[in-house]
């Protein structure tokens, strides 16, 4: 089953504009990563955000947290070109003796338009 | 390149047969994953080993498929008798032991299989 939910399903903008993406998530989680997915690099890890951080920066990327809504966003600033992919978000729960795998949602399509 | 290999990248087989697939994780990490992506899916998780030991195991896998990490370092992933509904991208990450810090898992190009 998938946990995280990204919003929306599909994004086109134009470069240069700022693209927003949305994940909510169903229970409760100890960090908040997104990932990014294109043909030629396969899935490429962008920024993780513990459950105790509200908001995180990298570059042109801004992620945000809200534990009590279940749910982060990720802001794209100047988009370009390159940043046409598929971002996924994932969670990660820690149970028993150890960390379990990923929960991906099923992506957001962004298509940035020259 | 240092980062996760997969081989193959891409493997056509017909109903029935058996299939394995390779992961070389990061050399220093001694967490590697197993994953299942779908046209139009996110990843979804299979299974992961902690060195050697294989500590936990999705319900998406079936008894027809199976995982080893022998010496803790490269895994395999075998799929007996395939059907066409384990046509999918084969993704394996690794990462390092979340005691230190944040667990990121890094993800190699996947390998692609096409049951006709």
């Known amino acids: 089953s998938q946990q995280g939910e990204e919003d929306p399903q599909a994004l086109s903008i134009q470069e240069g504009e700022n693209a927003t993406m949305n994940c909510s998530y169903k229970t409760s989680i100890n960090n908040l990563q997104w990932y990014r997915q294109n043909s030629g690099r396969g899935l490429v890890h962008l920024i993780l955000?513990?459950?105790?951080?509200r908001e995180k920066h990298s570059g042109r990327l801004r992620v945000t947290l809200d534990t009590s809504k279940k749910s982060s966003s990720l802001l794209i600033t100047a988009s370009r070109a390159a940043d046409t992919a598929s971002y996924f978000c994932a969670t990660e729960m820690y149970s028993g003796g150890g960390a379990d795998g990923l929960t991906f949602g099923k992506g957001t399509h962004l298509i940035i338009q020259p | 390149d240092t980062g996760v290999s997969q081989d193959p990248r891409h493997k056509i087989t017909k109903r029935g047969q058996n299939v394995t697939f390779r992961c070389d994780p990061i050399s220093e990490h001694n967490r590697l994953y197993w994953y299942r992506q779908t046209l139009g899916q996110g990843p979804e998780f299979l299974t992961y080993f902690q060195n050697e030991a294989q500590l936990e195991k999705s319900r998406l896998l079936s008894d027809r498929f199976s995982a080893e990490r022998p010496k803790g370092s490269f895994s395999t992933l075998e799929i007996q008798r395939t059907e066409q509904g384990d046509s999918a991208m084969y993704l394996c990450?690794?990462?390092?032991?979340?005691?230190?810090?944040?667990?990121?898992?890094?993800f190699g190009p996947g390998t692609r299989l096409l049951v006709l």
């Open positions: 955000i513990r459950s105790n951080e």
């Open positions: 990450a690794s990462s390092l032991d979340p005691g230190r810090a944040l667990e990121t898992q890094y």
